[in-house]
């Protein structure tokens, strides 16, 4: 009987083993969150062997865990692109994919200070006003943090409102953590940490992609494109601003520079310690996400593709089956 009993459990064993599914780890980009998960939905419908487990977080962040404190990742998409090129090439990654874009807006609720009467030609003028709160993420950790501070000084030049920049940020040409006016200024590690505060009214606005806004349904002013960084026809005026971020050393630094609003994916390998636990998995989400199917949910969540994508470094692993 106990033969039997035993026989029973090892073909138990095996048959749970045997449908137990493969997980995809993927480190993306907070503002990526909506899209992704929608994209996790149809991916493992297509491929039910798969289980996606997504970890959003801002980009600098995602890559730092893979650099600094050696998390396993399969796949990291970051809405920066050139946070794979600094951070992960070439020793965590082989390749780099331009694939999506996107823009910068202010977001507000009908809640904010002078909601009624903010447009795109006043609120500089509004944002400086002593009882107005504005947010923003961590230049140190997420894109979305560096480009509102670029966004500030192009607004400078754009509107010619001399010191605006310093009025309402004055952190110089880098930004130290917690150095900010809390009584004008809300920092959070990711922008999507900063959402639940703005639709709570804990401040008025928020520097935020234009996607995000428009997938949380939130008021928000288009700026003009020589402020946005939406597009490439004004990289030469988005040069104009610069900011200083931490580098991949305690102590280093890397200068960023105005530029166009890029997305990049990469799939995580290269290292022996950093190997795709899922290189299969890897390369057919990696694959999914630049399919018709992926560009088409990522339109629909306000954001641009970018076809065909652009691809540096070695991507000869996407051709494996």
Not at 98 to 124: C, G, H, L, R
Request: with cysteine.
């Amino acid at each position: 009987m106990k033969k039997y009993r035993s026989l029973a459990l090892i073909l138990s064993l095996v048959m749970t083993m045997s449908f137990a599914k493969e997980k995809i780890v993927v480190f993306h980009a907070g503002s990526l969150s909506v899209p992704f998960a929608q994209i996790q939905k149809a991916f493992e419908a297509k491929y039910p062997k798969f289980d996606v487990l997504r970890e959003p977080a801002g980009s600098r962040a995602c890559a730092r865990k893979i650099t600094d404190i050696g998390k396993r990742a399969d796949v990291m998409a970051s809405a920066a692109y050139k946070v794979i090129d600094n951070l992960l090439i070439p020793k965590y990654a082989k390749f780099n994919i331009q694939f999506a874009t996107n823009e910068m807006v202010i977001a507000y609720t009908p809640k904010s200070k002078y909601a009624n009467e903010i447009n795109v030609k006043n609120w500089p003028e509004i944002f400086l006003k002593k009882d107005v709160k504005i947010g923003h993420s961590n230049p140190n950790i997420d894109p979305c943090g560096y480009r509102s501070i670029l966004v500030t000084k192009l607004a400078e030049i754009y509107y010619k409102k001399p010191g605006f920049y310093d009025k309402l940020l004055g952190y110089g040409d880098s930004y130290q953590n917690g150095e900010e006016n809390r009584h004008k200024v809300i920092v959070r590690p990711k922008e999507t940490d900063l959402l639940g505060l703005l639709e709570a009214g804990a401040y008025d606005y928020l520097y935020i992609y234009k996607s995000v806004a428009k997938q949380h349904g939130l008021k928000y002013i288009v700026l003009p494109p020589q402020v946005s960084l939406k597009s490439k026809k004004y990289s030469k005026f988005y040069k104009q601003a610069t900011f200083k971020i931490t580098g991949k050393k305690p102590g280093s630094w890397i200068i960023k520079k105005g530029s166009a609003m890029v997305y990049g994916i990469t799939i995580v390998q290269n290292s022996e310690k950093n190997l795709p636990r899922n290189k299969i998995g890897a390369i057919k989400f990696v694959n999914f996400v630049l399919s018709p199917k992926g560009q088409a949910i990522m339109k629909q969540n306000g954001q641009g593709v970018i076809n065909p994508p652009i691809i540096t470094g070695d991507a000869s692993i996407l051709n494996k089956k």
